[in-house]
């Protein structure tokens, strides 16, 4: 892909260190891109990274993570972005490991990822940890990604009923990010409901958007103090900029006790779409597949009227039947041109298609948002 200054979707990006003093350890980075030197830009690319550890070098990881996906990324193509964005992100996580490893003052830095991809007007997101994506669509906002924490895990299987959540001493403890000695298992789940299974949320990736969509990409920072109803009335009543510094604002004005960071996107009209890898090839198969079929077809054509000449000069009738039977063109036919036709496979993404990484969860040994880690007495 090719960098550029210019994107097709407005964006925004906004961070802030909060009130209580805290280093800033949050990390983002907004990228656009062309696929050829002709096409205008098609490529949006938004990552935001929150760095776990606090003393213990959070913000390198962060940065790490940013630019690592970031450069992983642009020297990608668009051809299989949700195989690119797991290298890109599993890449990042050994990179913070290996620092960490040989550097006793970064040891057991981590950080978390969100993610999102637009190629044209489709939408590719991944998470790991518990920094957000949300879409506003239709007046209503719906959380795309699912917290990697233990208060989410607690919910889901009934451990923790949802007015129990607030005030928890375990509600900033992660159960996955990048920085663990094995790379955590990348989140593609983008629900959009929450009566989609597991398999469902995974084939909405490559979601088309429509004009006046807003993506939100977030740091726990902003959602520990901020309602979701209250960040979709602010992307709904403000311009962008605007939107994006109200709930900054908002967030400080209630406390700000961690960096608050967050990339606002909008949808504009006309948005250009750019056909997917497997529609290519279904495309470029069908033009193939057509192309053998005439030919075939004038060969066989060709071949009658050599034979049969004779016959259709005549000014004696032939009765049809003695005349379709010859000119019925059938796939068999092929065969006797020593042609044959292998169709191209297309090329489709289904869950099954993931690389099983190993199971188990990876915990952070501290919540995220202390300036120490906890330590056991």
């Not at 983002?28 to 776990?52: C, E, F, M, N, T």
């Not at 597991?198 to 993506?215: E, Y």
Request: charged share 15%; proline share 7%; with cysteine.
């Amino acid at each position: 892909m090719i960098r550029t200054d210019q994107a097709h979707m407005p964006a925004v990006a906004l961070t802030h260190a909060g009130m209580t003093g805290k280093t800033n350890e949050d990390r983002y980075a907004v990228s656009a891109y062309k696929l050829s030197p002709r096409q205008p830009p098609s490529v949006l690319l938004a990552v935001l990274s929150d760095g776990i550890g606090g003393h213990r070098a959070g913000e390198v990881a962060a940065e790490l993570t940013v630019n690592t996906i970031s450069q992983y990324i642009a020297q990608s193509n668009e051809k299989h972005p949700i195989e690119t964005i797991r290298e890109a992100i599993e890449l990042a996580s050994r990179t913070i490991y290996a620092q960490a490893s040989h550097d006793p003052e970064r040891a057991g830095m981590g950080s978390t990822v969100a993610l999102a991809l637009t190629i044209g007007n489709r939408l590719y997101t991944a998470s790991v940890g518990d920094s957000r994506i949300y879409l506003v669509r239709d007046g209503h906002i719906v959380q795309l990604t699912t917290d990697h924490t233990w208060i989410q895990e607690a919910l889901e299987k009934g451990l923790l009923k949802p007015e129990q959540v607030k005030g928890h001493p375990n509600t900033h403890v992660i159960r996955r990010y990048l920085g663990s000695p094995t790379p955590p298992m990348v989140d593609f789940r983008l629900r959009l409901t929450s009566q989609e299974n597991d398999d469902q949320t995974l084939a909405n990736q490559g979601l088309v958007l429509k004009h006046n969509d807003r993506l939100l990409l977030c740091s726990d920072g902003l959602t520990d103090l901020v309602k979701p109803e209250e960040i979709q009335a602010a992307l709904l009543a403000k311009p962008l900029q605007e939107a994006a510094q109200a709930l900054i604002d908002l967030a400080n004005q209630r406390g700000g006790h961690d960096n608050i960071t967050l990339i606002a996107v909008q949808v504009p009209e006309n948005l250009p779409e750019v056909a997917s890898s497997s529609h290519k090839w279904a495309l470029a198969f069908l033009g193939i597949f057509v192309s053998v079929l005439i030919l075939v077809a004038l060969a066989l054509g060709f071949q009658y009227i050599r034979q049969h000449g004779s016959i259709l000069n005549s000014n004696t009738p032939v009765p049809a039947a003695q005349v379709a039977p010859q000119m019925t063109l059938t796939i068999s036919n092929a065969s006797q041109t020593a042609m044959t036709i292998t169709p191209m496979p297309f090329m489709t993404f289904t869950p099954t298609a993931f690389p099983t990484l190993p199971s188990g969860p990876t915990l952070t040994p501290w919540p995220t948002n202390t300036l120490v880690p906890q330590t056991t007495p």
